[in-house]
């Protein structure tokens, strides 16, 4: 099993930045990529980014490239989602997962609430 405890949620002004953290615990060593997910009030959860935790280019959704990086600390068996230039439209609640192969992300924390203000 693998835990994950998502931090660094708020509240921003449009044209801000934030960082999320997410630290993942239990059988850490088992994780193949680690990502970032988001779920808008009223809209299916969507994929953001994501990063294979054995090294390897990142991978955005269109609408983050170029605003949001991600980055894992394998020593901390952590993962960071550095958002900046922040809309409106990224206000959502962010997800960590993680998943042990290419397939399913099968693993999941429990969340952080993003608000960006107009």
């Known amino acids: 099993q693998v835990q994950l405890v998502e931090s660094g949620g708020g509240l921003v002004q449009a044209g801000g930045s934030l960082r999320l953290s997410c630290a993942a615990s239990g059988r850490a060593f088992s994780i193949y990529n680690m990502g970032w997910f988001r779920q808008a009030p009223g809209k299916e959860r969507e994929f953001v980014a994501a990063v294979r935790w054995s090294g390897g280019n990142p991978y955005y959704a269109d609408s983050v490239k170029g605003r949001f990086t991600i980055a894992g600390d394998n020593a901390e068996n952590t993962v960071y989602l550095q958002m900046t230039s922040l809309k409106p439209e990224d206000t959502a609640v962010y997800y960590c997962?993680?998943?042990?192969?290419?397939?399913?992300?099968?693993?999941w924390g429990q969340g952080t609430q993003v608000t960006v203000s107009s």
């Open positions: 997962a993680a998943r042990q192969g290419s397939g399913e992300w099968g693993y």
